[in-house]
């Protein structure tokens, strides 16, 4: 059993920051990212970050948004600087096996919001 929680999300003008935390329960060596999801859009895979530390970004958050984690704490984050209102979005936490988030196999959090005004 895997038990996501994140935590960090508010409200933030833009060209500020926010830092996400996802405690993790149970996911040992899963890979793990962060996927958004806004009304009428589809759902998007900001970041994902293997058990030794290789990450991959989306194009529209390179060199704004880093993905790390703490093995020892079974914490993952996403820290999100210079921020854009189009980064408005429900942020989940993800966890799978094997980096599908969309199989029978994966876990979701319960997803933290992230409103960010002009």
């Known amino acids: 059993q895997v038990q996501l929680v994140e935590s960090g999300g508010g409200s933030v003008q ?50 704004r948004f880093t993905i790390s984690r703490d093995n020892a704490k079974s914490t993952l984050y996403l820290q999100m600087n210079s921020l854009k209102p189009e980064d408005t979005a429900m942020y989940y936490c993800v966890a799978s096996y094997l980096c599908n988030w969309y199989s029978g196999g994966a876990y979701w959090g319960q997803g933290t919001q992230v409103t960010v005004s002009s």
């Open 14 to 63: 833009a060209g500020g920051s926010l830092r996400l935390s996802c405690a993790a329960s149970g996911a040992g060596t899963y890979c793990m990212g962060w996927i958004r999801q806004a009304p009428g859009k589809e759902r998007e895979e900001v970041s994902t970050i293997n058990y030794y530390g290789t990450a991959t970004y989306t194009d529209s958050v390179k060199g």
